[in-house]
């Protein structure tokens, strides 16, 4: 079975320089989702997209923006790297369906490494 | 926002032991799923259960929502079954439908 697709799986950038994740749901799901994995921590949500409109924020750095394409992939796209964004990135996708939205998978992350 | 509390944190078991993990959570959810994060960092999607029991294989979940609580119990446990358990749980109003992780328990598997 399909599942969620992730690029790139690693990522090492430079204080101050910018990044982008991207990710490609499931087929068929119409609702991405951006968790951040800091080391020793549980995932923290960022932001979420439902058939291409943000449907929900975090506590995502005004420094992050992201969207969701029409073909329903999603980028996450991340300025002024700090030290402190140095986390397991991952991407979520679910389907929704009457205002519910049924069980999320995950990708296998991004590993960004800020030096 | 709700609260999701996972215990024990830490868990070390000899191969082949039994072992239930507990999840409490604060509010009323619509969902609530069961994930394991191997050595790698991924997430694997072990349960997608907003209420009531199932099993697959040596693994079963039981929720019971009204009581605000969901119990992972792992069978004949095996070294590959080493890693941490998260709970996560959505409380599932329209535009809300984040997952709220625990701070998982750490399950070590002993040969």
């Known amino acids: 079975a399909a599942g969620v697709i992730q690029s790139p799986r690693h990522l090492i950038k430079e204080k101050r320089e910018t990044a982008t994740l991207k990710c490609y749901p499931i087929?068929?799901?119409?609702?991405v989702y951006w968790y951040q994995q800091g080391p020793g921590q549980d995932p923290q949500f960022l932001i979420s997209f439902y058939e291409k409109m943000q449907s929900d924020k975090g506590s995502i750095p005004d420094r992050f923006s992201a969207q969701q394409f029409s073909d329903y992939h999603s980028e996450l796209n991340m300025s002024s790297l700090e030290l402190g964004d140095s986390a397991l990135y991952f991407c979520a996708s679910s389907w929704t369906s009457g205002g519910s939205s049924y069980e999320q998978y995950f990708g296998p992350g991004t590993r960004l490494t800020v030096t | 926002g709700i609260q999701v509390e996972q215990s024990p944190p830490d868990l070390i078991l000899q191969e082949g032991a039994n072992s239930t993990l507990r999840c409490n959570f604060s509010?009323?959810?619509?969902?609530l799923q069961w994930f394991h994060q191997n050595p790698w960092g991924q997430l694997i999607n072990l349960f997608y259960i907003p209420s009531g029991t199932k099993q697959n294989g040596r693994l079963s979940a039981t929720t019971v929502a009204t009581e605000r609580y969901s119990l992972l119990y792992i069978s004949s446990s095996q070294t590959t079954d080493s890693g941490v358990y998260f709970c996560a749980v959505e409380k599932g109003n329209f535009g809300n439908e984040k997952l709220t992780f625990g701070t998982g328990t750490r399950l070590t598997i002993i040969p």
């Open positions: 509010d009323s959810v619509n969902n």
């Open positions: 087929p068929r799901h119409d609702t």
